[in-house]
């Protein structure tokens, strides 16, 4: 069992993030809960209207310790609450199915992190930019720059969706086979079937102008290639950037 | 556009499960839902504890127009609850890096279902024996019977939440680039680039019995196959077993 790494970039543990199974598997510092969702291109948000809960599968994109999404179901809502709305965004990546010689051994390995807010609509224009600095280069850093500019008109009808991260967990399981003692010995194949998230061979748009060829950004998404493992990469690349922008300006 | 499809064999639709965006991606027929939940391994489930959301990924599995799942950080709030809590369980699989010459037109191949129900810890022990048929045999058909048989004190540690889906929809987008008309002749790579979940090598517990083999419904899991696809094959045999053995009994 892995000790659990408390420092000062932790996110404070308490009733809502506190995990309510499986301690050990735990994490609440930033490093481990930033690793999850840079690692992740869905996400999926949970959210309350009129005691109902929604589960909603979006894309998600990360600065410091903000999360930003596109509208969802909940924009109505939200239009009409201007101090926001709580909700639980989460992001969740499958690492292996785990055969036990038991039904009630069998596991998964994963990582996922739940991650709590008070989600509003990002309207401050701004604000609003700044959100939307990174909804193309946090994917493929410096393609922003590469594209037909954005109208005032699409930045207008692009809903923003926005929450520091008040509170999070990050959970992993990374291992085999946990038996009971007395089960080795019965007779059936047991063991881990890893999977993972790849990526496959690009279809360019067939209206693409002669010679148009993949920049740097795009083609670190190369086939065969774990789609987490690039997702972090660009991330760390936006970021970079994103510091060095800062430093000219 | 395509034709919404509505049979008889389809979900109500509702304000709650009715597409709040993009409707001609949408479908709410029985047989749209259930591929996009039988080809997952996880979903996320979306509940309210005092008015606050989480969401929750964990492993689900489907008997008909029923979906299971362990016992999650709901269950010591459902203990109270003998009538349920409303839940919102979604499945989501992502297909595709969809890049548009414009920022607005970027997006995502991607398949979802969303299920409304009540859901509810399965006490009765019939009708636990029911829903844990399934736990292990949706996954690898006939690997039950291959086990250690389970002690009656785990089919008791085991805790089974389950609900009716009273509405569902899923929604779909499975096509190449979309960018404004004018936006054709700009100068920048675009395409979809796809991404899947496929199996690994299988990776044997270090302390299997000599000669053990993987049986037929653990071999299916084959290095390079799509996750999906052995998924939802693994869901049509399961279906044909349990039909087979409801007619010899």
Chains 1, 2 share one sequence.
């Not at 509003?120 to 393609?143: H, Q, S, T």
Request: net charge negative.
């Amino acid at each position: 069992m892995k000790e659990q790494e408390v420092t000062s970039a932790s996110f404070a543990v308490t009733a809502r993030n506190r995990l309510k199974r499986r301690h050990d598997r735990g994490r609440y510092d930033h490093e481990a809960v930033y690793a999850v969702l840079d690692a992740g291109f869905l996400c999926h948000v949970a959210y309350v209207i009129d005691g109902q809960p929604y589960c909603t599968p979006t894309i998600h994109w990360r600065e410091g310790d903000w999360l930003y999404w596109h509208g969802s179901s909940a924009s109505r809502m939200l239009r009409n609450l201007k101090g926001g709305t709580p909700v639980c965004l989460t992001v969740s990546h499958l690492d292996g199915l785990v055969l036990a010689r038991s039904g009630f051994n069998h596991s998964a390995n994963y990582r996922s992190a739940i991650c709590f807010g008070t989600a509003r609509i990002i309207d401050d224009p701004d604000e609003k930019a700044k959100a939307l600095r990174g909804v193309v280069d946090r994917f493929y850093p410096g393609r922003a720059a590469e594209l037909r500019e954005t109208h005032a008109q699409e930045t207008k009808a692009t809903m923003v969706i926005g929450m520091r991260i008040e509170e999070a967990s990050a959970k992993v399981r990374a291992a085999g086979v946990g038996d009971d003692e007395e089960d080795y010995g019965h007779p059936v194949w047991a063991g881990v079937i890893p999977v993972s998230t790849v990526i496959g061979a690009a279809e360019p748009c067939p209206r693409l102008l002669p010679g148009m060829e993949q920049t740097a950004s795009v083609a670190s998404y190369r086939v065969g290639r774990r789609l987490d493992e690039t997702l972090a990469e660009a991330q760390l690349l936006y970021e970079g950037d994103t510091e060095a922008d800062e430093l000219v300006a």
